[in-house]
């Protein structure tokens, strides 16, 4: 069975671009989650999709934002980019249907860096 | 409050010791604790779970304890090999669909 995919592994733009990453859940995962990933900060729970609604969302700026496909595929967006959104992006997903006591499985992560 | 406590920050064990971290959560409604290893360069995996259920799992040489009256669990690994070395994060998942980690624990195991 295939695991998280998530594309591309690593980018680099410039500060007041726009970036879009994606992310490829395991077969039959309908849940996917996004988390940021920075030394100081840890992980920080970006959203959560669950057949293209979003559940949940956390205390980022209104330039991140996040969309699910009905095939269970998610994108991730940040526009006007600042040096402090070079970090570690991370994707997890899950077959969670009504709770969120289910495994999580995460992709290896895209690496962004602002320049 | 949402938050999950994660000690300690760092560890260093020789080759044969056992390890210990040992998070503290705050939603009482929590009833799931997994635990990822993090190695240079890769995403986290899930390496154990404990449900509210249950307070002890073990896995060949890691366990995990929950104490539910406490709201605390930890990760246990003995006899411990150069491989273990890596960042350890606890987590729980909060109502709503959204999961909180510790700060991770960066664990290095001496030859």
């Known amino acids: 069975k295939a695991g998280v995919t998530q594309t591309p592994r690593y980018l680099i733009k410039t500060r007041g671009q726009q970036v879009t990453l994606s992310c490829s859940p395991i077969s039959g995962h309908r849940s996917v989650s996004w988390y940021q990933q920075t030394p100081g900060q840890g992980l920080q729970f970006l959203f959560e999709y669950f057949s293209e609604t979003q559940r949940n969302k956390g205390n980022f700026p209104g330039r991140f934002s996040g969309r699910q496909f009905s095939n269970s595929r998610s994108e991730m967006n940040v526009s006007t980019l600042e040096l402090g959104d070079s970090a570690l992006y991370l994707c997890?997903?899950?077959?969670?249907?009504?709770?969120?006591?289910?495994?999580?499985?995460f992709g290896q992560g895209t690496r962004l860096t602002v320049v | 409050g949402e938050n999950v406590e994660q000690h300690p920050s760092t560890l260093s064990v020789q080759e044969g010791d056992s390890a210990v971290i040992k998070c503290t959560y705050s939603d009482s409604a929590s009833n799931y604790f997994p635990w990822y290893k993090q190695e240079l360069g890769k995403g986290p995996q899930l390496i154990i779970d404990?449900?509210?259920?249950?307070g002890e799992k073990k896995d060949q040489r890691i366990a995990v304890t929950l104490n539910k009256t406490a709201k605390h669990f930890s990760l246990h690994i003995t006899e411990t090999q150069p491989e273990d070395s890596a960042v350890y994060f606890c987590?729980?998942?909060?109502?709503?669909?959204?999961?909180?980690f510790g700060a991770g624990t960066r664990l290095f195991v001496k030859a």
């Open positions: 404990i449900r509210s259920n249950v």
């Open positions: 997890a997903s899950s077959s969670n249907r009504g709770g969120a006591e289910t495994e999580a499985f």
């Open positions: 987590a729980t998942p909060l109502r709503g669909f959204k999961t909180i």
